[in-house]
Structures are given as structure tokens and as C-alpha cells.
């Protein structure tokens, strides 16, 4: 079963610009999640997203968002891009929402850099 | 909130040496708890689990009990090997709108030949 998959795997983008990053889960996996991952800040939660519906949101800014569509496949998105932003960008997938037993599974990542 | 806190690093071990990873955690109500490994230019994968208290996860050597008296989930493996050089991240979930992922900051073990 192929795992989670993340396009593109680098980014470079300047100051001011817009981005998408794409996720796809494994397959039969119905819940997606964000992370963001940076030297200083570690690991943070971005928003999870479940049957297309985001059921829980971390602490980022409204320039943070995402979707998922119908064959559960994640985008998120930034707009008005900032050098802080530059991090890896994990995608995770998981069964289903809510349930603290399920495992999430980690795509590659996308990198980043906002010059 | 939740909140994980793992020993400082980084470690530096030789071959064949015995490894602890230090993890504690505070949560409300039942977390499960999780050991990732990530390995340079890679995403984070999953090494081991525990859903309740008293549970041992177990994956390629490696070992981490449950211990909800201590609020702990130590990682440990009896004989480190030089492809385990990587950062582990332990990491806990709960229920609900405590259903995301809180990580540890994250230590980077070196093993050396």
C-alpha cells in the first residue's frame, strides 16, 4: 500500500506570495492532518481535516488554511508569505478523526523557503 | 493544555551501547503515547505505540512502557546500531479537540562505530 505522499517535496517562494501544498493519504485513510516544522518551534499542529470538514484547528494565523476534497486528498494553503514561514510541512493520515488510538502516518514533507 | 517534555540532547552512544530516551508528559484524561523517528530529509515515522496505562510498545529493539503513575513513556533498546542514528520525537494524543498530535522537542542520537 503506498504511503502518504506530498507535492512538491521544495518550494522556494519570496516575501509577499501565495502557496499550495498537496497531500495525499493513504489509501482508505479518511483523515488528514497538518504539521509545521521548524528549528526553533519544533513540531506545531496546523489543522485537521475529516470527510472535508476541518474538525480542529492549532494556533496560526488566518493566512493558514486548507481543504480536503471528496477523495480525501489535502491541500493547505499560505498566502502573503513571510520569512518565519519557511519550515517543513508535514501532511499526516489517519483512519479517522478523533480517536487518540489511531495511528497518523507521515508523509516526506514539503520545504519551504521563503526569501 | 497537553504538553510533552523529552530530555535534552543531543546523545552520543557507540555501537552496541545501551539507549534511554527520557519522556514526560501532561494530559488530561487518557492519552495515547508515541515514539517517532526522524532520519535526515525524511518525514516522521511511527516506531511504537501505547494506548493505556501499563502498555508496552515494542518495535525493531526498541522498547517504551506506559507509566501513568510517573506520567512517563521512556524509550530504551538494549544494543544501539550505527542506522539508528536519527531524531526521536515522543509525542502523545488524546481525544476529541485533543485529538492532534502534541510532539516533544525532539533528540538527536548519534551512534558512532
Known amino acids: 500500500k503506498a504511503g502518504v505522499t506530498q507535492t512538491p517535496r521544495y518550494l522556494i517562494k519570496t516575501r509577499g506570495q501565495q502557496v499550495t501544498l498537496s497531500c495525499s493519504p493513504i489509501s482508505g485513510h479518511r483523515s488528514v492532518s497538518w504539521y509545521q516544522q521548524t528549528p526553533g518551534q519544533g513540531l506545531q499542529f496546523l489543522f485537521e481535516?475529516?470527510?472535508?470538514?476541518?474538525?480542529n484547528k492549532g494556533n496560526f494565523p488566518g493566512r493558514f488554511s486548507g481543504r480536503q476534497f471528496s477523495n480525501s486528498r489535502s491541500e493547505m494553503n499560505v498566502s502573503t508569505l513571510e520569512l518565519g514561514d519557511s519550515a517543513l510541512y508535514l501532511c499526516?493520515?489517519?483512519?479517522?478523526?478523533?480517536?487518540?488510538?489511531?495511528?497518523?502516518?507521515f508523509g516526506p514533507g514539503t520545504r519551504l523557503t521563503v526569501t | 493544555g497537553d504538553s510533552v517534555t523529552q530530555m535534552e540532547g543531543p546523545v552520543t552512544l557507540s555501537e552496541e551501547a545501551f539507549l534511554t530516551i527520557n519522556c514526560t508528559y501532561t494530559a488530561t484524561g487518557y492519552p495515547s503515547l508515541f515514539w517517532y523517528v526522524q532520519y535526515p530529509g525524511e518525514g516522521l515515522q511511527l516506531l511504537l505505540k501505547?494506548?493505556?496505562?501499563?502498555d508496552k510498545g515494542s518495535n525493531k529493539g526498541f522498547e517504551a512502557t506506559y507509566r501513568k503513575e510517573t506520567t512517563s513513556f521512556h524509550l530504551e533498546k538494549g544494543s544501539v546500531q550505527v542506522s539508528d542514528s536519527a531524531v526521536y520525537f515522543c509525542?502523545?494524543?488524546?481525544?476529541?479537540?485533543?485529538?492532534?498530535?502534541?510532539f516533544g522537542k525532539g533528540i538527536t542520537l548519534s551512534v558512532r562505530p
Open positions: 499526516a493520515s489517519s483512519l479517522a478523526a478523533g480517536g487518540r488510538t489511531y495511528e497518523q502516518y
Open positions: 481535516y475529516f470527510s472535508e470538514t476541518q474538525r
Open positions: 501505547a494506548t493505556k496505562a501499563d
Open positions: 509525542a502523545l494524543r488524546g481525544t476529541g479537540a485533543n485529538s492532534k498530535l502534541t
